[in-house]
């Protein structure tokens, strides 16, 4: 679906779906170039990923492989807790790989912060990570990504993989939910 479709949830779109192809597809230039004679693996960072890897992995020259962590950062019950939990781990042997981190959202980073320490920690040659969107006025930790999509304002956004109580995942634009929706 469109914001169109769902216009009274929302009040102003962020990034349209046009723009996250066009950024898509510059990215994977990037990515292709890059991981040139690498041995590249994706990991996608359930569940708001999903839609992430499924374009950006189509829109990459090469046959990089991918693979799915799905992690819990609420822990003790804030996600500001930066207790991260794994639900479900890597299939994959990352042991001298290129893992490239596919993320929607960096918000305060606590995630990515602890993922990144977690595959260094297993002998990945290499790990650097790629997320859409980034709130960089949210952060708690810097954490150092490589290919950023779009900055966008510590706002409530949904869509395009990123859901408020599992809705608004299947949006295909990034837009803030409206507050009359979660209060
Ligand atoms: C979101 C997002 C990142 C994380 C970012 O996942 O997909 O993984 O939060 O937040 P942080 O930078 O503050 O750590 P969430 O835990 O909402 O799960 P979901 O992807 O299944 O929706």
């Known amino acids: 679906m469109r914001a169109a479709d769902v216009s009274s949830d929302i009040t102003e779109v962020l990034v349209t779906e046009e723009q996250i192809s ?5 990215v994977a230039a990037r990515v292709d170039a890059d991981y040139e004679g690498k041995d590249l693996l994706l990991v996608g960072v359930l569940k708001g990923a999903i839609m992430v890897m499924a374009d950006f992995s189509r829109a990459l020259k090469v ?3 991918m693979d799915w962590m ?4 609420y822990g003790a019950g804030t996600k500001s807790s930066g207790v991260v939990q794994i639900r479900k781990d890597l299939d994959t042997d990352i042991l001298g790989k290129h893992v490239l981190i596919v993320e929607d959202i960096i918000d305060s980073g606590l995630t990515l912060s602890w993922l990144l320490e977690n595959f260094t920690a297993r002998g990945a040659a290499s790990v650097e990570v790629f997320a859409l969107l980034r709130k960089p006025e949210a952060a708690k930790v810097e954490v150092p990504c490589k290919y950023v999509g779009f900055d966008i304002p510590t706002e409530f956004v949904v869509g395009y993989g ?3 109580a599992e809705r608004y995942r299947n949006l295909r634009d990034v837009a ?3 507050p009359h929706v979660y209060s």
């Open 22 to 26: 066009a950024k898509l597809e510059e």
């Open 63 to 65: 046959t990089a492989p």
């Open 70 to 73: 799905a992690v819990s950062s």
């Open 162 to 164: 990123l859901d408020y």
């Open 176 to 178: 803030i939910l409206a």
